[in-house]
């Protein structure tokens, strides 16, 4: 196999650790104690659950205890590049993450590497845990608006899992629906490491983060960012449990900052980064719309939140340690919930 792709400014001493890193990950096959390694063998496929950019995820079922997972199995052929940095970056921060077991984050069980030299393909196959719907989905299906109380324990769910990864000092850095997973009894675990990566206090910038419609002005504007653009993102998922809709929906990079100016009031002063290589005069000065107008069905503590998640300034900006003490996040009575109406039971 040639060398993984290099993000920019990456040392070849880098690149030398993250071989060894995965060679080390792929001698050390399983992330729990096993009479002998787990290998493709121990598991029955039922069906295939998605696709991804480098491969595709599958139910399966563990041959000796009975219980089902996912397998994420990530093809790489070796007429590529090499390894690509989002699968070595997933498996690292999966295995440092499975020592933990955190609750809301979703656990790694296994992996393992299988090398079919007559195709040429390099199989790297990850076990995870197996929940019932991202959130995506789950709000597509289900039959109304969400119930105040329902949303407050998802999103209660979301921070602690991002605190978690913030005090381990991981940014998410993909926040989205699709890579929030939620059960029946509504435990909720945060997914899709890909783009995660280790941080300090502040962060050169990159495009490879976060989905468009989630990512932070700062991202948008070229400018440092720290861990608060996963709050920023969870500000627009929060509104989106309760409309269903996206906050922000651009096209294009463009169209997304100009979504937000229009909506969100366009940034001056100290709110508009220093760091940024846009000027700000490229943008015309809109005036910021009330979360009500925009969001007619969230509650007065929830639009406080949102709020706060969705300050320009950075600094300003809640984190997701502060997050833990707003009153949105104080335990709801849990009555009857809200569950899809037409999606399957993954």
Known sequence: ???????????????????????????????????????????????????GAYGNVYRVRNNRDGKDYAL??????????????????????????????????VGLKSVFHIVDEQCGILKINMIMEKCDWDLHTFLRNIPRTIPEHQARHVTA????????????????????????????????????????????????????????????????LQSYYTSTIDMWALGCIVSEIYSR??????????????D???????????????ESVIDPKSYPIYKRKSLQELNRHMSPLAMDFVDKCLSYDRIKRISARAALNHPFMKPPVMRRVLQPLHANNK
């Open 72 to 105: 994420k199995q990530i093809l790489i052929s070796s007429k590529n590049e090499g390894i690509p940095q989002s699968v070595l970056r997933e498996i690292t921060v999966m295995k440092h993450l499975a020592k933990k077991n955190h609750p809301n984050i």
């Open 260 to 274: 937000i100016f229009k909506k969100w009031g366009t940034p001056t002063g100290k709110d508009w980064p220093s």
């Open 1 to 51: 196999m040639s060398r993984p792709n290099q993000e920019q400014g990456q040392s070849d001493e880098d690149y030398r650790m993250e071989v060894h890193r995965l060679q080390k990950m792929m001698n050390n096959m399983s992330c729990a104690q096993q009479q002998r390694p787990l290998g493709l063998q121990d598991f029955s496929v039922s069906h295939a659950l998605g696709k």
């Open 245 to 258: 809709q996206p906050l922000f929906a651009g096209q294009d990079e463009a169209q997304q900052l100009t």
């Open 157 to 220: 769910q979301i921070v602690r899992g991002l605190d978690f990864l913030h005090s381990h000092s991981i940014v998410h850095r993909d926040l989205k629906p699709q890579n929030i997973l939620l059960n029946r009894d509504q435990t909720v675990k945060l997914a899709d490491f890909g783009l995660s990566k280790e941080h300090s206090n502040t962060t050169a910038f990159t495009t490879l983060v976060v989905t468009l419609w989630y990512r932070a002005p700062e991202v948008l």
